[in-house]
């Protein structure tokens, strides 16, 4: 069974530019998860689909951040425009319908320059 | 609300001598309880989780957990280190069937020859 996979693993953009962050889960996963780190913070959540409907978006820091799930299957993760304090290490992961436990993509490493 | 403190920042041992890396946890509800690690330039991989059955959780790599209501802790420990032990360790937190995942601050463990 593949497992999550994200890519770019590393993006370097400069300030006020796009980048699109790409997720695919574990097939058979409804549920798809967005967290991050900034450096020297804890790992933070983002948001949560449940197939392609937004479950929980508490996360996301503002407007400039857009996530999709057309389909109910991978995921993207928009910045536009970046700013210097978007550049952490984005990790995405997923779980079965009705389980706890979630399993995490390497992360894509950001730097906004 | 629920939270996470993971007590030291980094640890270090000898190879071959016991691991204990401390988390304290505050949860509302009755918590699921995860420790993940990620070694350098890795993904977050699940070492193990509680949900609410046994206390004493074994994990994957001879690590396991004791669940301990009365002092809310749910401290990592492996009897003998590996050098392969060397990584960063998260306590993690979620009261809510698959619900966001709340993590701690993380433990740097070093391993020494």
């Known amino acids: 069974e593949a497992g999550v996979t994200q890519f770019p693993s590393h993006s370097v953009i400069e300030k006020g530019q796009t980048v699109t962050l790409r997720c695919d889960p574990i097939s058979g996963h409804d549920n798809l998860y967005w967290y991050r780190r900034v450096m020297g913070k804890e790992i933070k959540f983002l948001l949560h689909?449940?197939?392609?409907?937004?479950?929980?978006e508490s996360g996301m820091p503002n407007n400039r951040f857009l996530a999709e799930r057309t389909g109910g299957t991978y995921s993207t993760l928009k910045v536009q425009p970046a700013e210097l304090e978007d550049s952490g290490v984005y990790f995405c992961?997923?779980?079965?319908?009705?389980?706890?436990?979630?399993?995490f993509g390497a992360g894509t490493r950001l730097s906004v320059l | 609300a629920q939270s996470v403190t993971q007590l030291d920042s980094h640890v270090s041992v000898s190879e071959g001598t016991p691991v204990l890396l401390r988390c304290n946890y505050s949860?509302?509800?009755?918590?699921?309880l995860f420790w993940y690690v990620q070694h350098p330039n890795k993904g977050l991989q699940l070492l193990l989780k509680?949900?609410?059955?046994?206390?004493l959780v074994k994990g994957i790599n001879g690590f396991e957990a004791e669940f301990k209501k009365s002092e809310t802790s749910f401290h990592l420990t492996k009897p003998s280190a590996h050098m392969s032990d060397a990584a960063e360790y998260f306590c993690v937190v979620s009261s809510l069937q698959g619900g966001k995942l709340i993590f701690g601050q993380g433990t740097e463990l070093s391993v020494k020859p």
């Open positions: 992961a997923s779980s079965r319908p009705g389980t706890s436990a979630q399993y």
């Open positions: 949860s509302s509800y009755s918590p699921s």
């Open positions: 509680y949900t609410s059955a046994a206390t």
């Open positions: 689909f449940v197939k392609e409907s937004k479950q929980d």
